[in-house]
C-alpha cells in the first residue's frame, strides 16, 4: 500500500465578514484578463501613433492607466500583433463583431 505525501498542507484563503467584495483584480491574478476586439484595436491605435514606443513600454502604459487599465504582457502583446491582420479583417467584415463594453 503507498504511503501518504510529505507534502504541506494546502494555504487557504481567510475571509473575514469586514472585508468588502471587490472586482478589482488581485495582483497574482492581474494577467488573468481577457481582452476584447475593441481593446486590442485600441491597443494597436496606440501603437500606430507611437511607432517608437517598445512593446515593453506599451504593456506597461496599459497597465498603468487609472481608468480602464488593460492588463497583458509582452509575449501577448507579440502574438497579437502577429494576429494584427486576421483581427482587423474580422472588424472590416463584421463592424458589429466590436463590442463596446462600459468600464
Known amino acids: 500500500k503507498p504511503t ?3 507534502r504541506p498542507a ?3 484563503k481567510i475571509i473575514t465578514k469586514d472585508t468588502a467584495r471587490t472586482s478589482a483584480l488581485s495582483p497574482e ?3 488573468c484578463q481577457n481582452l476584447t476586439l475593441s481593446d486590442w484595436m485600441t ?3 496606440f501603437i500606430d501613433s507611437h511607432p ?3 512593446q515593453a513600454e506599451i504593456v506597461e502604459h496599459f497597465k498603468s492607466l487609472k481608468s480602464g487599465a488593460l492588463v497583458f504582457t509582452q509575449s501577448t502583446l507579440s502574438r497579437k500583433l502577429r494576429e494584427r ?3 482587423e479583417a474580422r472588424v472590416n467584415d463584421n463592424p458589429s463583431a466590436i ?3 462600459v468600464k
Do not use: E, I, L
Request: include cysteine; proline fraction near 5%; hydrophobic fraction near 30%.
Open 85 to 87: 491582420p486576421k483581427m
Open 52 to 54: 517608437n514606443v517598445t
Open 4 to 6: 501518504a505525501c510529505n
Open 29 to 31: 491574478c492581474s494577467s
Open 43 to 45: 491597443v494597436y491605435s
Open 99 to 101: 463590442v463596446f463594453s
Open 10 to 12: 494546502k494555504q487557504r
